[in-house]
C-alpha cells in the first residue's frame, strides 16, 4: 500500500473522527433498522387489531377498531373453523414425528454409507425434484377418491401423500450428518458396535439440534400447505385444513364481506401457537439453516 | 498378541486408482511396526485396510493365521487410536472407555477394575468424569489410547496418533508410547509419516510411496542401507546429500570424482564395490551431513565450497553451502569441533573445504535409483 | 481469437481483460453444449455396454453354472433352497409366484388394454322389459393406464428380481468352490442391522418415494400423450385414448378452437422466468445486506433486530399473504391510509395494474423472503474468516471495497448451488403468486386457455387452473408440467456446467 492512500485515510480520519464517523454510520442503519423492523411487523399488528373489530366484519380502510371485543373470536367457534383446526392439528402432529423418522433414516445413510447406488440416486432424487409436485398430485388425488380417502376423509389420504414422498427433503439433514467425523463411526464399529448401534448409541445423541429442526420444520410445514389440502379437500367443508379454509373466506368479495374479520380472528388463532412454538425452538432453526443448509 | 500378514494386498479404488500395490508383509507377534511415507503414500489406506474400515480389493490378511477379508472390524480383534482422538463427544472418559465392554455385556464391576487399572497407567484417573471436550490434546490422546488398552486386543493399530500434538507434547508422548508397548506386550502396527517417529520407535519400519513398498527393515538397516534413493532421501534429517558423479575403477581400487575432487572409495564400501563387482560408470553418490566433515586447503580430497547459510542448532551447525558448479550441499558439525574463531568466521561468502571418506559413501543406479550395494 | 499467456493477459487494460473474458465465455458455450451431447453419448454408450455384460453374464452364468443353477432360470430360488440358504430362497419363489398369479389374472388383461386404453366406452342400452334406456359402462381408460403403468413396473422389478436371482447363484458357487461357507438365514438378519442397515434404512422411505412420486409422475408424463380431459375422464362421460404428440403440437400453435395457446405459454413462461431472476436476487443481495447491518461491529440490540425479522418466518405464510393481498384492494387499508394522508385522491389499483401487480408480487416476495436469506447470510458472514478483514484493513480498503472483494465473492461461492435451487423454487413458487393475486388481472392475449390466466399467472399456477377449473384439461396440465420440467432442468445444467463451486462433499469431511 502506498504512502499516499495511508495518508489519505489520516487525512479523512482527522477529518471526520473516525468515532464520529462511525457514529454516523451506525446512526443511520439504527434508523433503517427501526423502519424496516416498522415495516415488518405492521402486518401483523394490522391483523391484531382487525381481529377485535366489533362494529362491522368488512373490509375498511382503517386500522384501529372502533369498537373493541372478542366477537369474533366467539363465532368462530360456530363455523367450521375448530374443525379445519383439529383436522390440520392432527395432521402436524402425525406428519411430525413420520416425517421426522424418514428424513432421518434418508440423510444418515446418504450420509454415512457409501453404496454403489448412491450418487446415482441422489442425481435421481435432484431430477425427480424438478418435476412440479401438483403434478403428481392430480392423479393421486384420484386414486385417493376412489380409495374414499377424500372429502371429509381426507387426514389419512392428506398425512400419506405429505410423508410417503418426505425422503426428497434430505439435504439439510445431510448437511449436518456430514459435519460429525466419520471417525467416531469407526471407532464405534472397532468397539462392537453393529451399524445400527451406531445410529443409537452414538450419532443420534449428537444429533439433537438437527432432529428438533426436522420436528420443528415437519410439524410447520401442514399449517401452511395450501394446494395439496385443496386438492384432496375436494372444497367439501369439513375436509379442509386451516389454509383453505381461511383461504375460501376471503375467496370472493361476497364471502370477504361477512368473513374478514373473521379471517383476521382465524389468522391469530393459528398464527399464534404455531409463532410461539418456533420462538421457543428458534436457536435450532437457526443452527439447521445457517448449518445444514449453507454448508451442505 | 498375534501375528499379521499381508499377501498380495491390494486397493483399488472406483475410479480405477490404485492406492496400495501388491502389499507383502509379515509382521510378527509383539512386534512394533511402523509404516512411514509422504501423504498419499497408500499408510494409511493399508492400516484401515488390516481394521476391516476398508475393503480389501485383492490379497488376503491373516490376523494369527485366521483370514480376516470378510470380517468385520469387531470381529478381527483389533484396537484402534485414531488420528483425531474419535472420542465420543457426549460420553464422559468413563463411559468411552468403558463402550466397548458395555457392548459386549461384561459385568459393571469387572468394567470398573478394567478402565480404572487403564486410567491409572495412563495417569487420566482424576479426568473420569470430565467430557472430552474439557480435556486438552494429550489428555485425550491418552483417553484414546484408554479405549483401545481395555479390549485386550491381538494388534494395536495407530493411526499418526501424534500428528495433532505441538512438539513439545509429541517428544513426550513418542517415550510414552515406547513405555506403553513395554507394558502391553502387544503387535504394535503405527502409521506416520514422521521418520524421527519411525526411526525411534520401531522394530521395523515398512517405507512407502506411491503404493510400493520401498524398503522394509529395521531403523538401522534403512539407515546404513537404503534400499534405494527414496529410502535414502527421506530417512534421516536433514535430507541426504546426493549428487551425480563418475565412478572409475583404477588398480583394483574405486574412486570417484565428486565436483572435479579425486576421492578414493576405501573401507567397508570399497570392499562391498569389489565384491559385487560394481561397473564403472555414472553413479548417484549419497552423503549424509552429518558423515561430511571440515578439511585443510591443500589436504588430499578437500573440495571447496563457499557457505550460503549457516543454522545454528545449539549443539551442532547445519552449513548451506554450494560449490563450484553451483550444486547445494548442506554439512553438519558439531559446535564442540570448532574454535570461537572459527564459528566467528562462519557467515555467508565464507569459503570452506569439506570431505568424506569412503565408508559413509552410497551408490545408486542413476536410472533405477536402486542402491547398487544391495 | 487469440489465446494470451498469463504475463499477456495481466499487461492489458481493465476494458481489454473485460472483453478478453466476455470471449471467452461465450465461446465455451458451444464447447459445452459439445461436451453435453458428448456426455449424452457416452452415457447412452455405457449404458448399452452396460446391458450387453449383463446379458453376456446371464447366458455365461447358465453355460458354466451346476444343475441347481440352471434350474433356477425357471423357478427363483431353487438354487438358495437347494444351497440351504432357505430365508432367501423361500422369498425369491415367493415373489415369483406372486408375479405369475398376478400376471394371469389381472395383468395379462391390462397389458393388452394398455395400446388403445379400452375400446368400448360408455354407452346406452335398451332394456326391454322395463321398456327405458340406461347407461352401461364400459372399460375405464383411466385404470387402464394406472394398472398399466403399473404392470410395467412390475414387469421391470421381476427381471430385477429375476437377474439377483441369477447372480445369486453364481456367486454361491463361486463362495462353496473356494470352499467358504455361505450366508446362513440368521447371518442375513442379523446384517440388515450391520453391513447391509443402509438397505434397512432406506426400504421404507424409498418405497414412499416410488410409489407417491415416480410412478404419478411417469403416469402424468404419459397422460400428456392422450386427450384426457374433464369430457374424457376414461369412464363416466368418455374414454380417452392415444393422441400422440398431438398436445405438444397445440401448445405451440396460435389457433387451436379460437384459443392461442403458443402465445399464451410464451406469456406465462417469460413472465415466470423474470419473476423467478428478480424474486431470487432481490432477497439474497437485500438479505445480505439487511445481515451485514444488523452484524456491523457498534450496533447493539442485534438479537432483537433478528427476532423480529425470524417472527415472520414463524407466521404460516398463506397468512401473511392472503392478508396482504387484501390491505393493497381498492379499499383496503394502504388505499384508505393513502388517500386519508392526501398522498393521492383516488384509489390506486394495485392489483388491476398488469406492470403495478407484477412489480407488487416482487415486493411483497421480498417481505417474505428477506429474513430467511438474513438468517442464511448471518450464519456464513460469521464464517467468513476475519483475518481477511483486517488483512484487508491494512491493505487500505475501504467498506464497500471489502464488500465486493471478500464478502460477495465469499457468499457467492458458498450459497452457488443454494441460488439456484432457490431460482428453480421461485419458478414453482405457487403460494406467493396465487395468495397474492390469483394471477390477476387477466392478461387478454393468454385467456381462453383453460381458465382465465393472468398477468402475474406462473406456470404452475397457470397449471393449477387447468386442473382446478370448470374445463379440466389434464392432458394440458401435463404438457405444462413436462415443459416447466424441462425449462428447470435447463438451467440447472447450464449453471452447473458454469458454475466452479459446484461443491465436493467429501472435501467438508
Known sequence: MSNENIAELEKRKRGMGLKASARLSNTIIYILLVVISIIWIIPFLCIVLQSFRVESTWKVGYVIPQQWGFDNYVKLWSTNFPRWYLNTFVIALVVAVVQTLIVLCMSYTLSRFRFKMRAGLMRFMLILGMFPGMLAMIILYRVLDDLGMTGENMLPGLILVYVASSGMGYYVSKGFFDTIPKSLDEAARIDGATRAQVLTKIILPLAKPIVIYTILTAFMGPWGDFVFARYVSQLKPLGMNVAVGLQSWLATDTMTHDYYTLFCAGGVVVALPVAILFMCLQKYYVEGVTGGAVKG | ?374 | MKRYSDLEYLRLSKGQKFLYKLASFFLAIPRGIGTFFLGIGRFFKKLGVGIGKEISDVVMTFVKGDWKTKTSYLVMGFGSIARGQMLRGLLFLLFEAVFIFYMVTAGGYWMSMLPSLGKIGPHEEYNMVLDTHYTVYGDNSFKILLYGVLTLFFIVAFLYTWRLNIKQNKISEDILRSGKKLKSGKDDLRSLVDDQFHKTLLALPLIGILVFTVMPIVFMILVAFTNYDGSHNGYSNALFTWVGLDNFKTIFSWDVGGVNYAATFGEVLTWTLIWAFFATFTNYFLGIFVAMMINKKGIRLKKVWRTILVLTIAIPQFISLLYVSKMFDINGLVNGALMSLHITDHAIDFWGTPWLARIMVIVINIWIGIPYLMLIATGILMNIPADLYESSRIDGASGWKQFTKITLPYMLFITGPYLLTSFTGNMNNFNVIYLLTGGRPTNPVASGAAGSVGYTDLLITWLFKITTGSDTKYYLASVVGILVFLVVALFTLIVYGLLPSVKNEEDFQ
Open chain 2, 1 to 374: 498378541m498375534a501375528s499379521v500378514k499381508l499377501t498380495k494386498v491390494k486397493k483399488i479404488y472406483d475410479n480405477n486408482v490404485v492406492a496400495v500395490h501388491d502389499f507383502d508383509l509379515d509382521i510378527k507377534d509383539k512386534e512394533f511396526v511402523v509404516f512411514v511415507g509422504p501423504s498419499g503414500c497408500g499408510k494409511s489406506t493399508t492400516l484401515r485396510m488390516i481394521a476391516g474400515l476398508e475393503e480389501i480389493s485383492e490379497g488376503t490378511i491373516e490376523i494369527d493365521g485366521e483370514v480376516v477379508n470378510d470380517l468385520q472390524p469387531k470381529d478381527r480383534g483389533i484396537a484402534m487410536v485414531f488420528q483425531n482422538y474419535a472420542l465420543y463427544p457426549h460420553m464422559t472418559v468413563y463411559d468411552n472407555i468403558a463402550f466397548s465392554l458395555r457392548l459386549q455385556k461384561v459385568p459393571e464391576d469387572v468394567i470398573y477394575e478394567k478402565v480404572t487399572n487403564a486410567a491409572e497407567i495412563l495417569g487420566i484417573t482424576e479426568y473420569l468424569l470430565r467430557k472430552p471436550r474439557a480435556l486438552s490434546g494429550g489428555q485425550r490422546q491418552r483417553v484414546a489410547i484408554g479405549r483401545a488398552m481395555v479390549r485386550n486386543s491381538k494388534v494395536f493399530l495407530m493411526d499418526e496418533p501424534l500428528s495433532n500434538l505441538d512438539a513439545k507434547l509429541r517428544n513426550q508422548m513418542r517415550a510414552e508410547i515406547i513405555l506403553l508397548r513395554q507394558k502391553l506386550d502387544t503387535t504394535f502396527i503405527y502409521v506416520t509419516h514422521d521418520q524421527t517417529e519411525a526411526m525411534t520407535l520401531a522394530d521395523r519400519i515398512v517405507i512407502m510411496k506411491d503404493g510400493y513398498i520401498m524398503q522394509v527393515g529395521t531403523p538401522e538397516e534403512c539407515f546404513d542401507m537404503p534400499n534405494n534413493l527414496f529410502v535414502a532421501e527421506f530417512i534421516g534429517a536433514p535430507k541426504m546429500n546426493v549428487l551425480k558423479t563418475e565412478l572409475s575403477q583404477e588398480g583394483g581400487k574405486y574412486f570417484v570424482k565428486p565436483f572435479g575432487v579425486k576421492l578414493e572409495v576405501d573401507g567397508v564400501k570399497g570392499d562391498m564395490l569389489k565384491e559385487k563387482k560394481v561397473p564403472a560408470g555414472e553413479v548417484i553418490l549419497g552423503v549424509r551431513p552429518e558423515h561430511i566433515v571440515l578439511a585443510k586447503e591443500g589436504e588430499p580430497g578437500a573440495i571447496p565450497v563457499v557457505l550460503e547459510v549457516n543454522e545454528m542448532m545449539g549443539s551442532e551447525l547445519h552449513l548451506h553451502v554450494y560449490t563450484e558448479d553451483g550444486t547445494r550441499l548442506i554439512v553438519r558439525v558439531p559446535t564442540i569441533d570448532l574454535t570461537h574463531e572459527q564459528r566467528e568466521n562462519m557467515v555467508n561468502g565464507h569459503k570452506l573445504f569439506i570431505t568424506f571418506e569412503g565408508k559413509v559413501m552410497h551408490f545408486f543406479d542413476p536410472e533405477s535409483e536402486k542402491n547398487l550395494l544391495v
